[in-house]
């Protein structure tokens, strides 16, 4: 029996969403019952990592995770990031880092996601995308051989249930959020033509990934865009070229416009996956105009100032988020009181507060390409 085309499915899901005026309201947990991801598996950065930099170099400190886990989980970040938002959504536990080798269950899925990872070998860190995809076969392959060697009764480690079923991987749904280290190793380490001129050959190895993805049975795939770089108060802080080159936001242009490109490049490859590759689902999740509508509005959705960050310092001294250090009397480091007022936890990575904002935007729909919540996606994967 051949495979259903999904883009049937999404030519049966969009006539629903415009008789009834857009994307779907978040919906209760009862209405996901029929909900057809089994397991989630990421693909990404810092942004998404929820412990994989952690294990494999070291640990990231407190008081990262202050305000939801109550102690270091792996993430950069005082709480919980959009990939553990997309897995409440979902319904299925937070995930573990592919690296942990700790308390790991894998049933619901892995995280790959590494902190500094970059698409392109070569960046701020040695798990760049092609790797983690490397990872992703070898992990299928291993983890599906011992499965069907497992009895379900064993009562010594591996057991069968921490395993994901082989079954899973066709039906699960494979996330990505990456590229913004490719650009900003790229402004640091080169100019801003380099920059521009070197997005072709990074999206050319995205989409190498997405078809190696393919071909191991992988079917829908949420792929969120790169957010506005040049808001990031690290960028801010040591942005050479201001004030000249600031919006009216306070952001560094150049570095804003060099994201906006790559974004509109990568619409335009996640475009022609569609068509090369028919019996995939694709949501592409513009995540870069919900971040920068969120900066440039900041104090009146309940944030202060958007360049004001909460853990480290940039400012006089550069010192890391979990750690301190007295200058001329002066202590460097202590973290915030108000974590949930600021949009920026460290100056490169957001808070808990601004993750839940921007995921209540994305996961609805109204940001995505075709516009389609993930609940929707979620329900009607089951059906395929």
């Known amino acids: 029996m051949e495979p259903v085309d999904i883009r049937l499915f999404y030519a049966y899901l969009l006539p629903i969403f415009a008789f009834m005026g857009g994307p779907m309201a978040t919906m209760g947990g009862a209405s996901l019952k029929g909900c057809g991801f089994p397991a989630v598996y990421n693909f990404g950065d810092s942004n998404s990592d929820t412990g994989g930099i952690s294990a494999a170099m070291t640990q990231v400190p407190p008081p990262n995770g202050e305000s939801f886990f109550g102690h270091p989980s792996g993430r950069f970040c005082d709480g919980r990031l959009i990939i553990d938002l997309i897995a409440e959504k979902v319904k299925l536990p937070y995930l ?35 790797i983690q995809i490397s990872q992703f076969i070898q992990f299928k392959s291993r983890t599906s051989a011992v499965y069907n060697q497992l009895s379900p009764n064993r009562t010594t480690p591996p057991f069968k249930s921490n395993l994901p079923r082989p079954r899973d991987f066709s039906k699960a749904l494979y996330t990505f959020d990456i590229g913004q280290n490719d650009l900003a190793y790229g402004f640091q380490h080169t100019n801003e033509e380099q920059v521009r001129a070197s997005i072709p050959d990074i999206l050319s190895r995205f989409s190498k990934a997405v078809h190696q993805l393919y071909k191991e049975g992988a079917r829908f795939f949420w792929i969120h865009n790169t957010g506005p770089i040049g808001c990031l108060p690290y960028s801010v802080i040591y942005d050479k070229s201001k004030p000249n080159n600031l919006d009216q936001s306070g952001c560094v242009k150049p570095q804003n416009e ?127």
């Open 96 to 130: 573990s880092p592919y690296l942990d080798s700790v308390g790991t269950n894998f049933r619901n899925g892995a995280n790959f996601a590494t902190g500094g990872s970059s698409i392109r070998p070569g960046g701020f860190s040695p798990f760049h995308l092609g």
């Open 258 to 384: 060099m994201a906006q490109e790559f974004n509109r490049q990568l619409k335009d490859k996640v475009s022609q996956l569609r068509l090369q590759l028919p019996y995939g689902a694709f949501t592409y999740v513009d995540v870069f105009s919900v971040k920068y509508a969120l900066i440039s509005n900041a104090q009146n959705q309940g944030f202060v100032d958007p360049m004001n960050f909460c853990c480290g310092s940039y400012y006089g001294y550069h010192i890391d988020c979990g750690k301190k250090a007295r200058v001329n009397g002066t202590v460097y480091g202590n973290p915030c009181h108000h974590p949930s007022k600021h949009i920026s936890w460290d100056g490169i990575h957001y808070s808990q507060a601004a993750n839940l904002w921007v995921a209540n935007r994305i996961l609805n729909g109204s940001f995505s390409n075709p516009p389609v919540s993930i609940e929707q996606v979620c329900l009607h994967s089951g059906k395929m």
